[in-house]
């Protein structure tokens, strides 16, 4: 089976990007392909990552697996994932150390390299019933 380019995007239900500790996210994947194709993996997780000084580090708290290896996929393949935001750590925005929050679907095909799709979201205590206008307040 030839292995295809794959075109991958991820949709969150609803504007909100910011989420307090328990709040749950929620969304849908879609992953294209010119023909059908054969699956390594077809994963969303939702993930914490540092950046700054010292050593960056990457942890996926929550993953969810839409394809195992060796399933064949369809050239429209679609999914769905919901995630509880974990208590720890907190979106943080510091001059030397970040820490950031993403959910992202990680899509490979057989023999190929990895397709990504990430949405930034924000994690903290006092984020709780808070949501992003997903435009600018008229003026």
């Keep these: 089976m030839n292995q295809p380019e794959l075109s991958v995007r991820i949709e969150l239900d609803g504007t909100r990007r910011e989420f307090a500790p328990g709040d749950r996210l929620g969304g ?3 992953v294209s392909a010119p023909s059908e194709w054969e699956a390594d993996y077809v994963d969303v997780a939702l993930v914490w990552q540092t950046e700054g000084r010292g050593d960056e580090d990457r942890k ?5 697996k839409l394809l195992e290896k060796g399933a064949t996929a369809q050239p429209r393949f679609e999914g769905r994932f919901s995630f509880r935001i974990p208590s720890m750590p907190w979106t943080y925005d510091g001059v030397r150390m970040k820490i950031r929050w993403v959910v992202g679907v990680y ?17 903290h205590p006092s984020y709780r019933d808070r949501s992003m206008p997903s435009e600018p307040p008229p003026p």
């Design 28 to 30: 849908r994947v879609s």
């Design 107 to 123: 899509a490979k095909p057989k023999g190929e390299g990895e397709a990504v799709s990430e949405v930034r979201v924000a994690v």
């Design 60 to 64: 996926a708290v929550q993953v969810e």
